[in-house]
């Protein structure tokens, strides 16, 4: 029962604290400029924690379920279950505030110009139209370069992952050998016996 009650206690400091963590990156985020790469990795940061503190919600949840029917007091239950469903509800704020930050990114890369072309046209003679064609593409390119960035790291990531899968398959691969082998030892001590 102490080990139970040490578990929510434990895990409801760790919950809060990462969820005051992710409160502070929020506030910072309004701070940076949307197309940086920092505001691009501070996000992903963002999205990694908001699943870790969900994780941690539902670690909650499962011991709050357990503590039912133990020596817990009823006035202590209900405090347990408020604590629940506050972290529960911010949780679920703050990933929803991440998924409008990830479409207004998106929004960031896929908006068409702020001013009409022709508007911006409109007035120049041919020098001038020459020099905002050149501004436009210089535009252009600055986007394709952070475009390109993105993808490299996204790539980056995903050799990353492969190489943890392919190592945790190998991990998963040895455990099940040894398995195998300590199951056939039991066998053996069965059949002796």
Known sequence: MASLCDSWIREQNETLKL???IDGMILERSSL?????YALRHASSMRRK???????????KYLLAESQGKSI?????????????????????????????KFSNI???????????MSRVIGLDNQGIVGLHRQVMKEHDEALD???ETVMRVK??????N???????????????????????????????
């Open 19 to 21: 969820s005051e963590e």
């Open 33 to 37: 400029a949307e197309t940086s790469s």
């Open 50 to 60: 908001i699943t870790i503190l969900a994780t941690r919600v539902q670690t909650l």
């Open 73 to 101: 007091s009823g006035k202590e239950m209900s405090r347990r279950k408020g604590t629940f469903e506050n972290l529960r509800s911010k949780a679920n704020q703050m990933a929803s505030a991440l998924d409008m930050l």
């Open 107 to 117: 929004d960031i890369l896929l908006r068409p110009e702020k001013d009409d072309i």
């Open 146 to 148: 952070m475009l390109e």
């Open 156 to 161: 980056h990531n995903a050799l990353v992952m």
């Open 163 to 193: 190489e943890q899968i392919g190592l945790q398959t190998r991990l998963i691969d040895g455990l099940d050998h040894h398995v195998d082998v300590s199951d056939s030892g039991v066998r053996v001590i069965h059949i002796r016996a």
